[in-house]
């Protein structure tokens, strides 16, 4: 079947794009000596997370605990849960026996109150200059939470792990190579303090997909945690993370209204998200990119309007197009824009080749 | 159970407050002497569509054929599909029976060539000033599409249908009076003029719910087409629309990061979805209003970051939290919150009641 007959809107993943993505990363990981632990978030789909580790099982990174189980079902065992765990969540994440991310005493006190006799691998939160989650090396919490966790009894303390979201904030290779520096000194510095403190740190764990595709080196880091680079999307490809041909994932639309001034077009909030896309890069860039039948980007229409199910695509390009005409947009941000889906369609060239299913949701088990 | 002790991130639906709110608008059509063929766009839960028509089935409106498929199954047999119609889900949607919005010479030969002898009803898409889909009355391109319409043979014109989707731009009612007003006016002043023209009109829809909320009289209308109503959101009572106490819907949500400028919660945009909210009311909206364990509003924080699982909540209120404190999130966008969720928590005060399952997606049956 080709792609153009599926029923829009659809989601499309190129499967040639994410096996050349993940292998480039793999790659990357064995030339800069470390373990590559990608993240799943993107995709949430078993069979793009074996591409990623190259195998039909290997290390890996989630965010919900529904991830996790779901690629426990499929034979995945070490498995890290990369968000502070909730403390109401600990047991079921016992349970799944993935590893958990701490950054504060209560998180502590119900994971050691909770855990067995078998107890449990912790990474602690470390904050590179994100500003989101984690302690901040070089204060006196910081060092109070890594003893806390290596003096447990219960929980063996596997390292310290860090995020350079601020990598999103980039413009340019150049820019980028400045966070993933800082990402990777500040987490590097804190596990040698730690050890200078009589702390055994055997792990460091960096990374961000912009960060890892462009770090000069990772001396001093065990691992690294992209994920987003399987699929890529229109946010990595403006800020230089990738090129624009890396871009594995877009969605089919059909025009549903063609006017003078715009069309309409069956992809809505529900199909694309409303991420607002890499505005610093280009305020207009709305969202997403529209695509024709060939993958070539239309330069004459903005798709700058969102509902629910409609999007609003406006330019002068409107009146080359009919309603019933089938066009592709590459999402501004591939994570939001799979979790739309249920059912996602794996292409190679214009053929539809298998049919993924993501996990979705939070739900126990 | 009590809703406190759910998992977190779960979504909660005030059952007592959506009673309240569906009585209101059924009230409300008896009153302006109209057809209620309320939305389901905004829940797609069987429960919510069975009090919003006050029976077991009744007129609906739909904006996916999943919906549309998921409540003919449970009984609901007179929906319309309140999108124009993607010539490739044609013959999908003639098998559902659901009637169809057209505007456009393409979709109506696309469903004059598959429609059976059964025929099918449909609308003519309006456009009140909205600038979305919809012809627009006055010009010879709208006439003919009527007359085109009105003419077939296999098609049942039902009426013309339009949505004043510019009252979400309002703020107070005044100004949701006048889009009312409009709306109801340009399409009553248009059915006028095709039966002017010797056409059979015999329906005419409208409806928002800002609008269908203010509007002072429906006089020309036949039945009006309002959704979000059964839950309202953020966005809705910053416009208006309603008051705070109507809005029916949040998500609970933990604390896994308590520091000195803000709390991390496990809430992102996955939960929440990244609709911006009211910028026009409040530029410093965020993406949703925290509330506490009593349901009153937490003042000195504001949710103004999102990640895919990360909500970033800035303010001086920080400090009175703690890692695993449970608190709610008011959204932005009932309509796409609820649509980030597999499970539905129906509440009455504390209690859990039930539990409702939302369809989702776009897919065949």
């Known amino acids: 079947m080709k792609y153009s007959s599926l029923a829009t809107p659809s989601i499309l993943v190129d499967v040639d794009r994410v096996e050349l993505n993940c292998e480039r990363m793999l790659s990357r990981a064995r030339s800069l000596g470390v373990r590559l632990r990608p993240h799943m978030k993107t995709h949430k789909c078993i069979e793009i997370g074996r591409l990623q580790v190259g195998a039909e099982s290997g290390p890996i990174t989630v965010s919900t605990l529904a991830e996790a189980r779901h ?43 909770e855990v067995g006799a078998g107890g449990v691998d912790v990474w602690l939160k470390v904050d590179c200059g994100y500003g989101r989650a984690g302690v901040v090396p070089g204060t006196p919490g910081a060092v109070s939470m890594a003893r806390q966790l290596h003096d447990s009894a219960r929980l063996r303390f596997r390292g310290v792990l860090t995020h350079g979201g601020h990598s999103y904030d980039c413009v340019g290779v150049e820019q980028i190579r400045a966070v993933a520096a800082q ?85 809505g909030a529900l199909a694309l998200s409303k991420d607002p896309g890499p505005t610093h890069v280009d ?41 019933g005409d089938k066009l592709r947009v590459e999402p501004n941000h591939s994570c939001l824009t799979m979790a739309c889906f249920s059912d996602v369609h794996a292409i190679r060239g214009d053929d539809v080749v298998g049919v993924f299913e993501p996990v979705r949701g939070w739900a126990g088990g």
Do not use: W
């Open 283 to 323: 305020p207009d860039c709305g969202f997403g990119r529209l695509l024709d039948d060939s993958g070539e980007a239309i330069s004459d229409l903005r798709l700058t309007g969102l509902s629910q199910e409609h999007g609003k695509a406006y330019g002068t390009g409107a009146s080359r197009f009919r309603v």
């Open 183 to 267: 990402e990777r000194d500040v987490v590097v510095g804190f596990a040698e303090a730690l050890r200078g403190l009589g702390m055994a740190v055997d792990e460091v764990s960096v990374g961000s997909t912009p960060t890892m595709m462009h770090v000069d080196h990772l001396e001093g880091v065990t691992e690294i945690r992209p994920g987003n680079y399987a699929l890529f999307d229109g946010f990595q490809a403006a800020i230089g993370s990738c090129h624009r041909d890396d871009v594995a994932v877009s969605v089919l639309t059909s025009v549903i209204g063609a006017y003078a001034d715009r069309l309409i077009l069956d992809v």
């Open 71 to 113: 690629f426990a079902n499929h034979g995945f065992s070490d498995i890290v849960l990369a968000v502070p765990i909730a403390p109401c969540r600990v047991a079921e994440a016992l349970d799944l026996g993935v590893a958990l991310l701490v950054d504060s005493p209560e998180a502590v006190a119900a994971v050691e109150s």
